[in-house]
C-alpha cells in the first residue's frame, strides 16, 4: 500500500520568497515520485518525478525536489516565488511496475499563495 | 511534454441522461488511461484504469454499469456517465501512462461536468 502526506493545506508566501511544500510518503516497494501543479479549473501539469535516478531532481518553472529516502521525503522548493506559482501543487506516488500497476497515489494538495 | 486532450471541457446534460467524455492522447500510444474525480478543493479519486482491448477495472466503490469506460484504441479513451444525477456533478480528469514500462503520466485538462 502507498499513501502521502502534504503536511499544510495552504502555504502562503511573499514575492521573492522561498517556498517550500513538504511531502512524506509511505511505500512498501521503492517509489517512483512527483510533483504536479494545477490552475484552476484545469488539469494537473507535470513539475518534476523521481525515478530513481539522481536524488536531486530539477523541474519546471525553476522548481525542484529532493528524494530522502531516510526521511521518506520528497519537498519541493524554489528559491524565490513568483506571483504565477500560485496555484494548488499535489505530491504522488506510485510503485515501480508497468502497465495498468502504474496508479498514481495523490496526496491533498497545497494551495500556494504568493502576495505582491 | 507529451499531450493528453479531453472533451469536452464544460458538459451541461439534464438529470436522467447520459454523457459521454473523451480523453485522447495526441502525440503518443497509451496502451493505459486512468480516470480521475476530483470535488471542489478535493485532490483526485481515481475511479478506474482502462486498458486497451479489456474491460476497466474498477476501484472500490466505483459504479461500473453508471460509470462506462471503453479504451476502443491506443489513443482512446471514454467515460459515459449514464442516468446522471446532480450528485455526479464534478471535474473529471484523465491520465495517460507513456510507454508500456514508462514512468510518467500525462493529464488531460480536465472536464467540468454539471447535472441540472
Known amino acids: 500500500a502507498q499513501s502521502v502526506t502534504q503536511l499544510g493545506s495552504h502555504v502562503s508566501v511573499s514575492e521573492g520568497a522561498l517556498v517550500l511544500l513538504r511531502c512524506n510518503y509511505s511505500?512498501?516497494?521503492?517509489?517512483?515520485l512527483f510533483w504536479y501543479v494545477q490552475y484552476p479549473n484545469q488539469g494537473l501539469q507535470l513539475l518534476l518525478k523521481y525515478t530513481s535516478a539522481a536524488t536531486l531532481v530539477k523541474g519546471i518553472n525553476g522548481f525542484e525536489a529532493e528524494f530522502k529516502k531516510s526521511e521518506t521525503s520528497f519537498h519541493l522548493t524554489k528559491p524565490s516565488a513568483h506571483m504565477s506559482d500560485a496555484a494548488e501543487y499535489f505530491c504522488a506516488v506510485t510503485s515501480r511496475g508497468g502497465g495498468s500497476n502504474y496508479k498514481l497515489t495523490f496526496g491533498k494538495g497545497t494551495l500556494l499563495t504568493v502576495n505582491p | 511534454g507529451a499531450v493528453v486532450s479531453q472533451h469536452p471541457s464544460r458538459v451541461i446534460c439534464k438529470s436522467g441522461t447520459s454523457v459521454k467524455i473523451e480523453c485522447r492522447s495526441l502525440d503518443f500510444q497509451a496502451t493505459t488511461m486512468f480516470w480521475y474525480r476530483q470535488f471542489p478543493k478535493k485532490s483526485l479519486m481515481l475511479m478506474a484504469t482502462s486498458n486497451e482491448g479489456s474491460k476497466a477495472t474498477y476501484e472500490q466503490g466505483v459504479e461500473k454499469d453508471k460509470f462506462l469506460i471503453n479504451h476502443a484504441s491506443l489513443t482512446l479513451s471514454t467515460l459515459t456517465v449514464t442516468s446522471a444525477h446532480p450528485e455526479d456533478s464534478s471535474f473529471y480528469i484523465c491520465?495517460?501512462?507513456?510507454?508500456?514500462?514508462?514512468?510518467?503520466?500525462?493529464f488531460g485538462e480536465g472536464s467540468w461536468l454539471t447535472v441540472v
Open positions: 511505500s512498501s516497494v521503492p517509489p517512483y
Open positions: 491520465s495517460a501512462l507513456w510507454g508500456f514500462s514508462g514512468n510518467t503520466i500525462y
